[in-house]
């Protein structure tokens, strides 16, 4: 049995997830009339995913966060064709995606070492251009950070996340008591006794309405893009986020959850799941568990408890269904072990696919 040892925090207290640059390629460098001479093109603007770089790094080094390709040196008579300006490299953390001003996405720098070119520098004078040189390409652009974890917790903000954190610890993790409007990501790391280590993404709740970027809403899903697993909690009385709100059943909360997720990126519906249903110390938790099992087991019959707009498209298939209690500690050991499962399985299937690409490979070399 996979026993865990405890579950220790790193916080992420000022945590820069986005950072706006202003890029601009350097200018061409003069030609020359007489004789023909073509000036050097200026450099380039790249942005180079490092080793232990963050955006607060950058931010504290270069508060301008202006940065400039060189200018490519004019036409002379010594040296006809110019030298082309050197490139600027800014060095960013791994895990960033690269935004223009206007939303589109420029790329993503997911491996250390991975580059994008974010300002072309501009050519130099030439007979074609009468030798009158260009300047390089001006532009803003943001640096989005993505936290990375193995599981991201998905909820409202009352369902429970953050005792259920602690309760996965022998520790007593600090965890904030979030108002909606912080963000404050941690990123849980819980130890198993064999030295796995497995770490989760706690983000603030999800609100009714999130994928249109009220409040966190926004930043929440963006993280969770990058987290292998989803791990859905619920209460297992319901929830109601404010008085003016409309109460929702657990089965209710699990499909808005999905909507959620499904209006801001289809593809993160198809991520695999887990679903924990929280305080099964509460009155009559056990018959109203049995309810949403039965639910999730034909959701298409039950979705006209739903208003029509918050219907998902796709239904999630849980992998598992975990009921726990944060607050007596029931099944959480049983909810560790199946996370710990399911991540395994994963990582098998994943080596079988690529021992499988490999012999596909080597048959189609042999044949």
């Known amino acids: 049995m996979v026993q865990l040892s405890r579950?220790?925090?790193r916080k992420y207290g000022n945590l820069v997830d986005n950072l706006r640059l202003y890029v601009r390629g350097g200018s061409g460098g003069m030609g020359l009339p007489r004789l023909g001479g073509q000036g050097g093109k200026g450099g380039d603007v790249w942005v180079v995913a490092s080793k232990n770089m963050t955006l607060k790094r950058i931010k504290d080094k270069y508060p301008e966060k202006?940065?400039?390709?060189e200018a490519g040196a004019n036409s002379s008579v010594r040296s006809l064709k110019g030298e082309k300006g050197n490139d600027r490299e800014v060095l960013a953390p791994v895990g960033i995606t690269v935004t223009t001003?206007?939303?589109?996405?420029?790329?993503?720098?997911?491996?250390e070492g991975d580059r994008l070119m974010v300002a072309k520098g501009g050519p130099g004078g030439s007979l074609r251009s009468a030798f009158e040189p260009s300047k390089?390409?001006?532009?803003?652009i943001r640096l989005d950070l993505k936290l990375i974890a193995d599981l991201g917790l998905v909820g409202f903000p009352n369902a429970g996340k953050s005792s259920l954190l602690t309760a996965m610890s022998n520790a007593t993790p600090q965890i904030a008591s979030y108002s909606f409007t912080t963000l404050k990501p941690e990123i849980g790391k819980v130890m198993y006794e064999d030295y796995k280590q497995i770490s989760v993404a706690d983000l603030p709740g999800l609100i009714e309405g999130a994928h249109i970027n009220k409040g966190m809403g926004h930043k929440f899903l963006k993280h969770v893009e990058r987290t292998k697993q989803l791990l859905f909690v619920v209460d297992v009385c319901?929830?109601?986020?404010?008085?003016?709100t409309p109460f929702r059943s657990p089965f209710e909360a699990v499909q808005l959850l999905t909507k959620e997720l499904e209006l801001y990126k289809e593809e993160l519906v198809s991520k695999p799941a887990l679903l924990v249903v929280n305080k099964m110390d509460l009155p009559d938790a056990e018959d109203k568990l049995?309810?949403?099992?039965?639910?999730?087991?034909?959701p298409a019959e039950f979705s006209h408890l739903l208003p029509d707009d918050m219907i998902p498209k796709s239904?999630?298939?849980f992998r598992r269904i975990v009921p726990v209690s944060a607050s007596t500690g029931f099944g959480v050991d049983r909810l560790k072990r199946c996370i710990r499962e399911s991540l395994d399985e994963d990582a098998?299937?994943?080596?079988?696919a690529i021992h499988l690409d490999r012999l596909q490979a080597l048959r189609c070399h042999s044949h």
Do not use: P, W, Y
């Open 238 to 244: 319901g929830f109601q986020l404010a008085s003016k």
């Open 290 to 298: 049995a309810e949403l099992k039965e639910q999730l087991q034909n």
């Open 136 to 140: 390089g390409q001006i532009k803003h």
């Open 7 to 9: 579950l220790c925090f």
């Open 101 to 111: 001003d206007d939303g589109i996405i420029v790329g993503d720098l997911n491996t």
């Open 315 to 317: 239904f999630i298939t």
């Open 66 to 69: 202006r940065f400039l390709g």
């Open 348 to 352: 098998t299937m994943a080596t079988k």
